[in-house]
């Protein structure tokens, strides 16, 4: 690794807590720095909201005019639009973007430049950028599941009394349909919602003006940055602020990870339905990818690299949540591991919810094979054991009886079937309307 | 482990499935049932109650006489008490619970006991029980969580303004103070009832009628057995119910996880605050245990072992939360061993909470040893260096000052310098009385 | 938890540490000792036997005479028979195997039984006698796999030519085999030893005489303990001996997981090829069960808890190797939790090799399913390719004419296909009797 | 995600399986790509090699005349050249290196260029390199584990008998020294090379001409080409070759995780070590990082990544290990996602083992405040129990009287402590000098 790297101290020294007559050997900025520089720069516009918010309060407590101020704000709006054409990027020898957006209003603003860290830290600063990072994505990505979850429920509506085998253990288990099937993933999505939401709740809160864990001898106005960044309210105690990170990022990541363990049960689904021997769906030849030495192949990569990104999710998720532990309270490095995980998380959530999506477009039920399936009548079993029951069987009896008949039970009409059961839940009574009320209430609020 | 046993097939055959004809082989229920009987036995209550619910809606729908529903009800709070008594509990020969509660009714009401499975099976059973001991107890850890808040609330109000060092990188950083030091502990015990409240919430409607995922052509009216059991809701989607099946364990583990997160990380800090180079805190003898070769330990035992639990409910967590993974939609017999992991993650968070109110009541902080960690004037140095920007000097200059002056810097007084930081959430500004209000408020709902 | 509980002091007072005047709160013993008595008393007799060595080379020192190392080792030999007949196991109020052994010695042999704790600690006992168990228990498993490996054989063997279709993304790829599918699990098991020899290699080393992980002032012959103890070597550094605990137990589970790993794709793989739509293979009904509602149902629930047993044996591994994180050199009280976990995962390995044994008695291929799978000719186009390449077309090209041309690919016999391959490995050619050969050598050593 | 792309079909079509008339959607192709493109780049020099040694072996069995096998392997000497050089790297639209290659050949030697992968599939192409680039790193990492342990031996050597307190409980137990501290991570290495060991045994074997998991009817030899790439043996059954992705190389990083584990130890103690209250170390300032609050920072940075990198290889060993589970046997394209966290793994253990050594250039023990921490006399407790039992008291008896006189127990001189302790292993006899033979012998073989 430091093989072609000269021992010499570094030159360049950006890093703000670099001190006169100690170099860092370039081995320890190399082992810190690592793959981050990436995720550290998707940081830089919500730092530069952060920033921005600081400056106001500074000048609402009187650290800093208000002419300093505003020009500090106009410079960071510019910073803004910088980063955005990508003419303004964290560059590696200044170590992360809050050195990065220092250096950029110093070079511009001199001295006024240098009193935007008054009564903060890098600490309370990543900190506030990573919640607003994460709220930022946690709409986008419930927006997209509801999306996501509308786009099944139309699939479930369009085939909603299509017979398909239910299975448990794997075996034919009693008639179900493609509506209950794809409603199912509709319901599961809307209460992964709940997960969400509780994510969105747990980091709505401020970090702003907690600086290194414990506070300042300023007299920060915490409300007031918590307002300007449109946060609900302060986390109040700054050392729990600390305590709170990995730890936020591991809670996010695990409301994540509900949409992703739905999405990859469908995926799964979606795998072994399309198999040969099952081929209860056709996908459009687009959206399959094929072999180098098997001419005839057409698979479902994509459902596959789903389910496999619902094992890196979950693995990014322990990650995030055992970095910390064991670690004496107040800020320790090793957290610095938890920001490319969630970033990850992110970008694997909401590809996953879109690459769905596009699936649904090329997805059709294969309606005979579906029927073949009902071909072996021991399916319905239950069915005729319960007609028994309403005969005034008792339940047992009726099962045993069932069971000693199975070669001669009569065939049914499967759709028929499906159709007469008609409580809640049940094939003949999805109330998949439900669902479009529920999409349209959570896309509200 | 088959050495001893009987190649013979089983001669006591009291399972629902049962076929005349079949036996199965011993060694195959020896290897399903395996550590669960335990696990099992503690839903008996909550299952009593699923059948009792679900037996009224019977009788209401028509499928059982209004006579027939009161035997089998009253019958079933018999069971109820034998169960309490200890005089009615899971034999192993009867497989489960189900099985067991229903040759209870079936010995003492004949026919009429094998009536109560007609509409529903073992699958939603045994969701149901679930869902009502997971809310029992998530409520139960809530209010434990509650409790423990207050204990620590009380410890920060005692000792607010003790001064202690604040650590970063496990190095004198700042002044903090033993209050902020426990009231971030309370905050972030606050903030995990988000996790809890958003498992209730989610647990909170009623799989039963779902039969075993696809409903039933019995006309059920699973709207009154949710209301009857105290479920907000119906879960719709029979097909749902099952594929929610280890995920609502594995997330309200999640979310007792939460809670231990933020015990293990107090645990921690007192392991090492306890240590004999910190002493930063003084232990009730009672409360530690000693070394078979080392006469003079006392150990802060109980605070490593729930730093151990910590480590067990994550892979508690790991272990429902992967167990689904990659299998077809519908009940898969694998999803049986996330019923253990529930119950263990419970009784760790729950004992966890206990262990710690009790650790509050011999835990005193070394006043002496505390302020002698402020012999140090570098722990005031950030604090200097912002004296000096109050004063006009930009705070990088006054960063790099400070940073040349360090050996000379004026000594404080710790407790006066605790006090002078006002700002919301630091040492002068804990606003505890916040947390106060906020746990009565948590308390009423 | 405690809500049962006096608050009264302990009255028993067996604990090798406790002090005089200070009584450790019950609920600070409850909290420690929960649920791993079993696993303790797992261990006695491994504990008997580290005792046994440790006196005979006190006296092979001079820490002890003789004739009182000849009492303690007849009076160890008496406990362990005790303890096979269910007449000594360890007791609540004694905490842990240690002390019961010492209490057993001192209750029949008086001061001299007082004496074997010379020179250990309960850090060495417990890391010798968990070493111990885990070497005896590493050994079982071995031949058990080994045994698994040989049935495994067999099956293939006897249907070596049976053509079975060879998936890939699970779409039918190329012609495969009966013998091809069950040989690439022998294969698998004989690698998996690679790691189970890894592990016994790793706890062949005796930590005995490491003391409280510091060493004693005594005199002690740790070359002769290890020697009597049959292990290959001393585990020299006294400090090393903590550190490995936890890590090696992580590290055993990890090798059994790698069985466990095997055996879970031969689960899930017969769950597949038992469904209705595969049908490739038929099982015995003995080895099936049913359901409370479906008369027709014959699941295969061992293959399904085998599978959901990879997934706990892995949260067991997880658990044990991240236990230690962060502590402190030297034993921590968090490592206790690793002793159960171990034996878990000893008893799933075993039992699982067990059951896969007993399910290959009646196991056997649907002959005419998996010829039927044949009809669909695209599943010979990689080979119709490879004809074309022996004819002098480039593969590419091949590949890209026989894609074209799928739907009107000749019929083969795919007996003769399966049997025209080969070179080492394909369906032709499996070389089982190496396998065989590979057997009979690693069980010799 | 796809905000910005177009809906048109790909333009450049360079897939190996592309059919004519179906153009892949560019989403489908953007969501597998993903990041992995790197991760390709680094296996292109080891497909090579499995390339050239495929080629040889097809003139070898008379599927390419000895020219065209001699063009094809000068050709990829050229590649390997130009891969060197970075003038011939992976290009997105050529989706894997396998791609990429054959390209360049096709472009140099047309139609003898597409021969190359007659008898071969991408499936045991990217298992050799796998293979090949595992091996190669495995061996690197051996190497730097045997150097860091040498760098820790000789530190162990050059601080042997400073005395320094040995912790369980993170409390005061009896003297150690900085020896036996250095010295038990030097053992810990040399174990871990066990693992180290095993992992390299596992992956000599040689998967190619497994093609897709079924072999193929071509004539191949895959003896031969085992043995032109240096394995030690062929992987035999095909379908296995298959079986073990994933699994070998979450059994790999498994074994790079064992010695993150220990240098994991390390770190940490190291942080505590080097804490104000420890301050049992010093550090060159060269080597830590400041605050860009608080000016007097001197962070031990580099030790708190390392600990944070335990978790995240150890999230990579899950995540390869759990994302085969319940996948039907073949290739499925969820294994995809194994490569890149076995070289992160890799990344992530050979620039801790350098971390390691470079500190260990700039780390001293600080003897003054070693020493001070033996003031307190209670660290000698259990040696004045043993010294009792020397004079025939029973230890049981000798430890409770201690116990009973803590404060009155005689100050001892540390270093004479430490000497006399003279068994294996025990401060007095570490037995530093059986180490260096064996790094001696570990790097011979």
């Given at each position: 690794m430091f093989g072609s790297m000269s021992n010499a101290p570094e030159k360049q020294n950006n890093k703000l807590w670099q001190k006169a007559g100690v170099a860092t050997r370039p081995e320890v900025t190399a082992y810190m720095i690592s793959k981050n520089l990436e995720a550290d720069n998707a940081l830089l516009p919500y730092d530069v909201l952060g920033s921005k918010a600081h400056a106001q309060m500074l000048a609402g407590v009187g650290l800093l005019t208000d002419e300093e101020a505003n020009n500090i704000v106009k410079t960071l709006d510019e910073a803004l639009v910088a980063h955005a054409s990508g003419a303004f990027i964290l560059q590696q020898e200044n170590e992360d973007v809050h050195t990065e957006i220092e250096k950029f209003l110093v070079d511009r603003l001199g001295d006024v430049g240098k009193?935007?860290?008054?009564?903060?830290s890098r600490n309370d600063q990543v900190l506030t950028a990573m919640r607003l990072y994460t709220l930022d994505h946690l709409k986008q990505a419930r927006a997209l599941a509801l999306n996501t979850a509308e786009a099944l429920l139309n699939f479930a509506k369009q085939y909603e009394f299509i017979p398909m085998p239910g299975f448990t253990h794997m075996q034919h288990a009693m008639p179900s349909s493609v509506g209950q099937w794809a409603g199912c993933f509709v319901e599961s999505l809307l209460n992964d919602c709940v997960a969400l939401d509780a994510a969105i709740n747990l980091n709505n809160q401020s970090p702003l003006g907690s600086a290194a864990g414990f506070g300042t001898a300023m007299p920060l106005d915490r409300e007031m940055t918590a307002e300007k960044l449109g946060f609900a309210k302060v986390q109040v105690n700054a050392l729990y602020c600390q305590l709170s990170r990995g730890k936020f990022e591991a809670f996010t990541i695990h409301a994540l990870s509900q949409v992703m363990l739905t999405l990859g049960k469908l995926a799964n689904d979606l795998v072994i339905f399309c198999s040969q021997e099952f081929s209860f769906f056709k996908v459009d030849p687009s959206l399959t990818t094929g072999s180098s030495i098997m001419p005839q192949k057409r698979n479902l990569d994509i459902m596959e690299v789903l389910r496999a990104n619902v094992t890196v999710i979950q693995s990014l998720q322990m990650q995030c949540q055992t970095v910390?532990?064991?670690?004496?309270s107040g800020y320790n490095k090793d957290l610095k591991v938890t920001k490319k995980p969630l970033m990850d998380a992110f970008d694997i959530t909401q590809s996953s919810l879109e690459i769905v999506q596009l699936l649904l477009t090329g997805l059709q039920p294969n309606e005979e094979k579906l029927l073949a399936a009902f071909d072996d009548v021991e399916i319905y079993a239950a069915d005729i054991a319960n007609d028994m029951v309403k005969g005034g069987v008792p339940f047992r009896d009726a099962y045993r009886k069932v069971g000693e008949a199975l070669k001669t039970l009569e065939k049914q009409d499967p759709v028929a079937n499906i159709k007469a059961k008609t409580h809640l839940g049940s094939t003949g009574n999805l109330a998949l309307d439900r669902y479009g009320a529920q999409i349209k209430m959570l896309r509200k609020g």
């Open positions: 009193k935007v860290h008054v009564g903060r910390g532990m064991n670690l004496i």
